[in-house]
């Protein structure tokens, strides 16, 4: 993710045991994981390369999860229908936990930052609205998780949802919407920072042999 090996190294598990100090068992295991994470992919000749960044479409993605995360919240104010507090109460007390123990920073992060969007939709009452966020996260996971290698931005993160939820809890829905909005919008900067960084940086390897 940091852009360390190019698009042409590819990912063996002798030389990446080597370089981490560990058995290839491991590294067999991580490079499964990550391709399932899509971080890295396996090509046709077997083995696993770095994924590069897709950044195309990602504002477009980004931009139907704006809708239909807002939708959620807007739709309480014209049913009427607040959001259900079984949902949004214990959400609130698993952030304030995090507060007081936040983990260090990790892509893995982009689950936790999931489910907290997810339940906050589901709380409207539109679980298909949900299914379909939970599909849109899917394709724009691997370049989210640039946004969770900081202590600053999972620090951030924490506080912006614990002060959604609350806004929300709170009844203020049009406040809820005006936060929630600059919160997705500041997280897509800075993915689209960090993963241009990232491709840049895979870019040029390129002409380098591999190690």
Not at 56 to 62: F, I, P, T
Not at 121 to 145: H, K, Y
């Amino acid at each position: 993710m940091a852009g360390e090996f190019s698009f042409r190294d590819r990912l063996t598990e002798e030389r990446l045991a080597a370089l981490l100090g560990v058995s290839r068992t491991p590294v067999r295991e991580a490079l499964t994981r990550l391709a399932g994470d899509g971080l890295v992919e396996k090509r046709l000749d077997g083995g696993y390369y770095p994924a590069e960044p897709d950044l195309d479409g990602l504002r477009d993605l980004y931009e139907i999860r704006v809708v239909l995360e807002l939708h959620s919240l807007e739709r309480a104010l014209e049913s009427g229908v607040p959001h259900d507090p079984a949902l949004l109460e214990p959400l609130r007390e698993n952030w304030e936990a995090l507060r007081q123990a936040p983990p260090d920073p990790d892509p893995s992060f982009v689950a936790l930052d999931e489910g907290f969007h997810l339940t906050l939709c589901r709380a409207s009452g539109n679980v298909e609205l949900a299914n379909m966020l939970d599909a849109i996260n899917a394709r724009i996971r691997p370049v989210r998780m640039h946004d969770f290698l900081t202590e600053d931005r999972i620090h951030m993160t924490i506080e912006q949802h614990l002060d959604i939820v609350e806004t929300v809890l709170g009844g203020d829905l049009p406040e809820a919407v005006r936060k929630l909005r600059n919160h997705v919008g500041e997280s897509m900067e800075v993915v689209e920072k960090r993963a241009a960084s990232a491709i840049t940086q895979m870019a040029l390897r390129r002409g380098r042999s591999p190690r």
